[in-house]
């Protein structure tokens, strides 16, 4: 287990919200992997940090999911669940394939400027070749769809949605294939929605995300573990 040294110097309330912020990074970045055990003790030592505040941001971390407390034992990080993913992917095409009829629907000669921006990033610009970045920019990219088709609420569960499913698909880009395949795909995408064409703009969503989500069952410890060896060391 690794965990990145972070020696601040603030209010309780501001470390705790730093402590906080940085294990969400470790757990994300594969520092922590689904399993790993720890204690408040060892946190704090490293975080040059007293354990309130180091109490707090892992108590946070558990109300959101992703750690467990063993009142006996310290913590550790959730192992994955398998079915709950799916099932946030299930969610997450529901409210895709919706913003995606909206954004069909739109009156003619209305292009919101999101799906221009989308354009040029996808189809005009330079490709990025980093898996990472573009792993980032994969996540905009859908949720900018979702914020573009107008209802603000569904875009609040959807962006929720996909904090909670973000550890799978950062896995999913450290294949190299991934990168390519999401260009070509989100180009077809938008171009569908351009042309208003709706059924097909909805397919080419659902076979892109259902990708990323036969990839949830592909994962093992041993992938895990050369994920964290990808990050490099702990800084």
């Not at 994300?28 to 180091?54: N, Y």
């Not at 354009?119 to 573009?148: C, N, Y």
């Amino acid at each position: 287990m690794q965990l990145t040294n972070n020696r601040h110097k603030a209010r309780p309330e501001g470390l705790a919200e730093r402590i906080y912020q940085q294990l969400k990074d470790d757990i994300f970045d594969f520092r922590l992997l689904p399993g790993d055990r720890f204690s408040e003790s060892e946190i704090a030592g490293r975080m040059a940090a007293s354990r309130t505040p180091v109490r707090q941001a892992l108590f946070r971390l558990e109300r959101e999911g992703y750690v467990d407390v063993h009142f006996r034992s310290g913590w550790q990080v959730r192992p994955f669940d398998f079915d709950y993913f799916e099932q946030l992917y299930d969610l997450r095409i529901v409210l895709e394939r919706e913003a995606l009829k909206r954004l069909c629907a739109r009156p003619a000669g209305e292009t919101p400027p999101a799906l221009a921006a989308l354009t040029h990033f996808w189809i005009e610009a330079p490709r990025l070749e980093d898996g990472q970045s573009v792993s980032q920019h994969d996540e905009q990219f859908h949720m900018a769809l979702v914020a573009a088709a107008g209802n603000g609420e569904m875009a609040r569960i959807h962006r929720d949605v996909t904090e909670k499913i973000r550890i799978i698909r950062r896995l999913d880009f450290t294949q190299e294939q991934r990168v390519d395949a999401t260009y070509h795909e989100h180009a077809a995408i938008l171009r569908a929605i351009l042309q208003r064409h709706t059924e097909e703009a909805q397919t080419l969503l659902s076979d892109h995300i259902a990708v990323s989500k036969a990839e949830v069952r592909k994962i093992t410890l041993h992938r895990l573990h050369q994920a964290r060896l990808q990050q490099g060391p702990a800084s």
